[in-house]
């Protein structure tokens, strides 16, 4: 017995509350028992290395080469994405794919390089294979974009899973982005970042990692190139980055490199070479096309932990109306449900909750809803014994249901990773449909077990069909979330086919934009928090999930009235905006902070509503193309050094720029500008890029710039979209993309396309129609003119 252990549980016991208590001590005990008993152990291992090539096999976008201890497998895919698996692996199963792998392409051809070597040749990648199994991508100008360095497995001699590692350089000026939602980027600074999705249990800042989502896909942008390379396993692991040098040592460049050491699973991957944009393209064509949110996601959502009663819920939606300020969701949290118990309601405080939604939808304000993945185990709870009888919960290795702590007491779990056990729980959502919400958040579904010591998460050795191969939770662990949200995600799909679901998620993997987006978790309250809040947007954005944003004012504590406005400016300009808060922490409505506070927060709703037609469109073509809504200053750069260390500003979409306040007490700040024309939206004066501008950031408004020649569509006075036109430079050209809202249906409209352009003293803009160029049926603004 670990006499540390003895002691938490000790305190536990004395701290009570659903977070502490007996019931955590006696959780975290049998966690224990239930993996001394039913995870493998690892006993003596056997080093093992690829050794030298052997022969080649070649076949369909590739081939296999073998090795004396191991064999390659390489696939370069139609859509130009590169494969490659150790040991016979193939890219399926996969909890990342959409569908099946994509088809290889029938001019990639494996041949000999120098020196014993291989290659396969593509049109937009060449890989090519040492003798020894180093792998290399390389652009079709030869230059390398990374190195992969022979594997190492560590093999227990007993049998069981390998452990593997993977040591990869990049170019020395090559930076690092991505690994899920990481408060400390967006770019990725030297150190070890952990691959296990995890609860912090307490608000976090920039220093804090592993989060509650984790994805081993990185972005790597240098000079020569971009490319994004996925490892596809769900095991835990760690990602060593170690940023490159140039003339360091002689002259010499120093590589970047990243160490990726994995306590199981395949080790395989997958590549793709291009342009940021294509890069995305390509990553959502592998993993799915992100969910397409309705429309009244992409408005103001407000929420709280402790709105305690319908009454507080009709004060704080008529708080908003009398002062004008628009509101689309309100979001209930744990304390509407009876006793914490998920798929219920406290009928003493919420009486008349589908009355509720009603009125709330007639001024055009949805309810979004709670759901936590952990039931109360005991008979009787009717989500229990449903469940029970279509053995949907998670049992041990001796088949006893595994137990765990969370909020309504003693739970057990839904195994996610089992299509039974996804069609019942998506089958559930009935229940809130019918009480009158119209979305719903995912949260606690790392999954979390409250614990008075150890992981605060479910046994490594809990047994998981993951699709019928069977297996534990350190391979379930990771896609528990992404299970949960596909179950539901199918399940609205089924019981409201005519509307698009709207889920969001805490914990996630690669592919879960598929089912919906994410937000920040319990960000801290603090300036540090805001600025996490960013990275953790962007850094998610380029691994495929565009749709997502923090709590407003972080989750604990009470923000000063600069910083509530400064974190509300920020996320006005986020795809998720969303206000949200502890019930042990101050109020978040913007009328709490003062009239001045409240003036300004009057202005940022208003202009959040003016552009939502821009939101529509930016939501459709993260669909269509995978690019995310906010992404970094180099997205049409990434060549240039500034803006690829820029971390404190952003595109949104093509057309605006972003400069946010992220610290007290700033009224002015530097803005890099990529290059070409902008304008400042507030003044209208014009700026020229590549370089920095120093603006104003008053306390009323962040610097924000839109692009010369740019059409954005926004709401009019009238609520139609009209265009409104940044005019383009004197001998310039511009243009835009519009796709009207069809509606929360499935209706896909097609893309309107403008052009503008100077005609002698006038700026004129046309769109490109079946017929060719005509004049465009919307009203139309421009702006910019006194300084073109």
């Avoid at 139609?720 to 499935?746: I, K, M, Y």
Wanted: charged fraction near 25%.
């Amino acid at each position: 017995m670990d006499g540390r252990d003895l002691v938490r549980s000790v305190k536990a016991v004395g701290s009570g509350g659903a977070t502490g208590g007996l019931r955590t001590v006696r959780a975290a005990w049998r966690r224990r028992r239930a993996d001394a008993a039913g995870l493998p152990r690892r006993g003596v291992e056997r080093a093992r290395v690829p050794g030298p090539v052997r022969e080649v096999e070649p076949g369909p976008g590739g081939g296999v080469v073998r090795f004396a201890r191991a064999e390659l497998r390489i696939m370069v895919a139609a859509n130009g994405a590169v494969f490659w698996g150790w040991d016979g692996v193939g890219p399926e199963p996969s909890y990342a794919l959409a569908g099946s792998s994509p088809e290889p392409d029938p001019r990639a051809v494996l041949e000999p390089d120098k020196d014993g070597g291989w290659r396969v040749v593509a049109e937009r990648v060449t890989i090519v294979v040492s003798r020894h199994g180093a792998v290399e991508v390389r652009t079709p100008g030869g230059v390398t974009l990374r190195r992969d360095l022979p594997p190492r497995w560590w093999e227990p001699v007993a049998g069981g899973d390998a452990r593997w590692t993977q040591r990869s350089e990049v170019a020395a000026d090559g930076r690092f982005f991505g690994l899920g939602g990481r408060a400390s980027g967006p770019r990725l600074r030297d150190g070890t970042y952990r691959l296990w999705n995890t609860d912090p249990a307490q608000p976090f800042g920039p220093g804090d990692d592993p989060l509650y989502i984790t994805m081993p896909v990185q972005l790597v942008v240098a000079d020569a190139g971009t490319h994004l390379v996925f490892h596809d396993t769900s095991w835990d692991g760690t990602v060593s980055l170690r940023e490159g040098e140039e003339g360091a040592g002689s002259g010499h460049d120093r590589p970047g490199t990243c160490e990726l050491r994995m306590s199981g699973g395949p080790l395989r991957c997958w590549v793709v070479v291009g342009t940021p944009a294509r890069v995305l393209l390509v990553w959502a064509s592998l993993t799915g096309a992100p969910a397409l949110p309705p429309a009244w996601a992409l408005g103001h959502h407000h929420a709280r932990w402790g709105f305690g009663s319908e009454r507080e819920v009709r004060r704080i939606v008529a708080g908003y109306q009398e002062r004008g300020l628009p509101l689309d969701a309100v979001h209930l949290d744990i304390d509407h449900y009876d006793g914490h118990r998920v798929f219920t309601v406290d009928r003493e405080r919420f009486p008349g909750l589908p009355g509720l939604a009603r009125e709330l939808r007639r001024d055009g304000i949805r309810l979004v809803s709670i759901v936590d993945p952990a039931v109360k185990a005991e008979p009787g709870d009717l989500v229990f014994d449903s469940g029970s009888a279509a053995d949907a919960f998670v049992r041990d290795a001796s088949g006893r249901l595994v137990k765990g702590v969370v909020w309504p007491g003693e739970a057990v779990y839904p195994d996610f990773t089992d299509e039974g056990a996804r069609r019942w729980w998506g089958g559930l959502y009935e229940e809130r449909l019918a009480e009158g919400f119209a979305g719903f958040w995912h949260d606690m579904n790392e999954p979390v077990s409250f614990t008075a010591f150890g992981p605060n998460t479910l046994p490594l050795s809990a047994r998981h069909a993951l699709e019928g191969r069977g297996g534990d939770h350190r391979e379930a662990h990771n896609v528990y979330a992404l299970g949960m949200a596909r179950a539901a995600y199918e399940g609205l799909r089924a019981l409201v086919p005519r509307e698009r679901p709207f889920v969001f998620s805490r914990s996630g993997w690669a592919g879960m934009q598929r089912y919906g987006g994410t937000w920040s978790g319990d960000v801290a309250t603090g300036w540090p928090g805001l600025r996490a809040s960013l990275s953790l947007v962007m850094g998610l954005g380029l691994c495929g999930v565009p749709y997502s944003g923090p709590d407003v004012g972080g989750f604990d504590g009470s923000p000063s009235p600069e910083l509530y406005l400064r974190w509300f400016q920020l996320a006005s300009y986020l795809p998720l905006f969303r206000t949200h808060t502890s019930v042990r922490a101050g109020r978040r409505e913007p009328w709490e902070f003062g009239d001045e506070v409240l003036g300004h927060a009057r202005e940022v709703l208003a202009e959040r509503r003016r552009l939502l037609p821009y939101f529509v469109t930016l939501a459709h073509l993260a669909r269509r193309t995978g690019a995310p809504y906010v992404r970094p200053l180099w997205w049409g750069a990434p060549e240039d050094r500034a803006l690829r260390n820029c971390e404190d500003a952003f595109l949104l979409g093509d057309d605006l720029l972003v400069a946010p306040v992220l610290d007290a007490g700033v009224r002015r700040r530097t803005v890099p500008l990529p290059r070409g024309r902008w304008y400042d939206v507030a003044t209208e004066e014009a700026f020229q890029g590549p370089g920095p501008v120093v603006v104003d950031a008053p306390v009323g408004r962040i610097p924000v710039f839109a692009r010369a020649g740019a059409v954005l569509p926004v709401r009019g006075e009238e609520g139609g979209v009209e265009l409104e036109v940044w005019a383009p430079a004197r001998g310039r050209s511009g243009g835009g993309l519009v796709v009207p809202d069809a509606g929360d249906g499935w209706d896909e409209p097609e893309a309107e396309r403008y052009v503008t352009r100077w005609k002698g003293g006038s700026v004129v803009v046309r769109v490109d129609g079946p017929q060719g160029r005509g004049a465009p049926s919307r009203p139309v603004r421009i702006r910019g003119l006194g300084q073109a």
